[in-house]
């Protein structure tokens, strides 16, 4: 099976690119900006964009690694299967054939470096293409993917509904406060229309009024009175 060229050929980067931002064109994992298709998985709570190997190498227990049975929330029996003792990934004890003894490494881990689930072979005219193993490989990255994105929806559904009825619940509250301060507005208007007992009275003076000012201005007098008589009897002393 032949496959198409990439979409994102270009090794220029982007800005957001440069500065490791997430990217429907590049893959996630490897940066690969070549690499046919990029699958979208919600990871850890961020929805990311990964290339076939990087998707099959962050679900290391939704898979086979070796016949590539995609699990979909149920792995095989821990009679049936064994798990890799770096990534955690499971695979079906048949599959694992004489790699099995403890501490048994998948096949990526075996050769981290060096392996991918999926690197496309190129045929004598440089078209990239596919045979049956890789084809299965893809087909199970693009289940997880599948099976990743169809959780994502059903978790930003339900965050829908949650922040809709907290929506409502402001809006409610929102109202009843618009309610009261009407009310409070009304019974201020009412306060002013109706006449006051107190209207012709002279307001009081503050002591900041002229009166409150003459004793200011009178007690320091009496000071530097005091302060003149101090230093009349002080020189008296001197003589
Ligand atoms: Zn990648
Ligand atoms: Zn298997
Ligand atoms: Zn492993």
Redesign the pocket.
């Known amino acids: 099976m032949n496959l198409p060229s990439s979409t994102a050929t270009s090794t220029s980067e982007s800005p957001d690119t440069a500065a490791g931002a997430i990217s429907p064109e590049t893959c996630g994992g490897c940066k690969s900006q070549d690499s046919w298709v990029i699958h979208s998985a919600r990871l850890r709570g961020i929805l990311r964009f990964y290339c076939t190997h990087c998707l099959l190498r962050n679900h290391p227990a939704s898979f086979?690694p070796?016949?590539f049975?995609f699990y979909d929330s149920s792995p095989p029996h821990q009679s049936r299967r064994v798990s890799c003792n770096d990534c955690n990934s499971v695979?079906?004890i048949h599959?694992a054939g004489d790699a099995k003894s403890p501490p048994y490494r998948c096949p990526p881990c075996r050769d981290p470096d060096g392996f991918s689930f999926f690197r496309p072979i190129v045929d004598e005219n440089g078209a990239r293409c596919m045979d049956k193993a890789l084809s299965e490989a893809f087909l199970c990255a693009a289940k997880i993917a599948a099976s990743s994105m169809s959780k994502a929806v059903t978790f930003f559904r339900s965050e829908a509904e949650r922040k809709g009825k907290d929506a409502a619940v402001a809006k409610k509250r929102a109202r009843e406060a618009l309610e009261d301060v009407l009310k409070l507005d009304e019974k201020a208007k009412l306060a002013v229309s109706k006449p006051s007992e107190n209207r012709d009275q002279k307001p009081k003076q503050s002591p900041a009024s002229n009166g409150g000012l003459k004793q200011i201005e009178s007690s320091a007098a009496t000071a530097q009175v005091k302060k003149q008589s101090s230093s009349v009897v002080q020189v008296k002393q001197e003589k």
């Open positions: 086979c070796t016949c049975a695979t079906h599959c």
